[in-house]
């Protein structure tokens, strides 16, 4: 009987070459041959995992569930790969950076290697001017800003407290038309909105006129 089976092996080894476990399985539907893109294969592999998991039930176990989320991991990853042309379109369409200007700007380009090639003295100089220049503007505005809500200064009480002594002691004696105190209104109002930062002076024609 021992010696039956080695001849029939035997007699395979000589008529038939050996096989490999592929070639007995059968092959897949529409499967991609080995020539296609890998791009392809990739699409095939996910499509098909996506078929199956609509066939299979509702998720009941912790295999179930990690099955699901990687079907849904393999749709996430087929939806990143349609946004990938999209998004190299969009890039080659998006405007060059300030950096990638300068560079291709003979100009700036002279500048930089001047800066480059100065001492670490004379770089300083130059950063602590450029910075000087950028707070200019910001420190007029900030001048012809309006600070009497910041500064306790500006306060009307210390406002009044700046009026000369001998008109304060006038303003609280003596009863003052109200066409004068409009004009002096409209005068001051005129005046310090032009220049905030001023003393305002006034010569009254006689002592009669309050």
């Keep these: ?9 035997g ?8 096989r490999l476990i592929e070639d007995c399985l059968s092959p897949l539907p529409s499967s991609p041959s080995k020539k296609t893109s890998s791009a ?5 592999y996910i499509n098909r995992a996506v078929r199956n998991s609509d066939l299979t039930p509702k998720a009941k176990g912790r295999k179930s569930l990690r099955r699901l989320e990687n079907n849904r991991y393999l749709m996430t990853l ?3 790969d349609d946004c990938v042309a999209d998004d ?3 890039c080659i ?3 060059p950076s300030i950096f990638a200007e300068a560079c291709n700007n003979e100009m700036y380009i002279e500048i930089w290697n001047d800066f480059m090639n100065r001492s670490g003295e004379e770089q300083e100089k130059v950063l602590v001017y450029l910075e000087k220049e950028v707070r200019k503007p910001r420190e007029k505005a900030n001048k012809c800003k309006d600070k009497r809500i910041e500064h306790p200064a500006y306060s009307p009480e210390e406002c009044y407290q700046r ?36 003393v305002y002076i006034a ?4 002592r009669f006129q309050f």
Excluded: H, W
């Design 163 to 198: 009026i000369q002594r001998s008109l304060r002691c006038t303003l609280k004696r003596r009863q003052i038309p109200m066409g004068t105190l409009e004009v002096l209104e409209e005068e001051m109002l005129s005046f310090f909105s032009v220049s905030p930062e001023s």
């Design 203 to 206: 010569m009254m024609e006689n």
């Design 1 to 9: 009987m021992v010696n039956n089976r080695s001849t029939d092996v």
């Design 40 to 44: 392809k294969r990739k699409q095939y």
């Design 93 to 95: 369409c998006a405007s």
């Design 11 to 18: 007699v395979v080894g000589e008529n038939e070459s050996p």
């Design 88 to 90: 190299v379109d969009t």
């Design 78 to 80: 087929l939806e990143s």
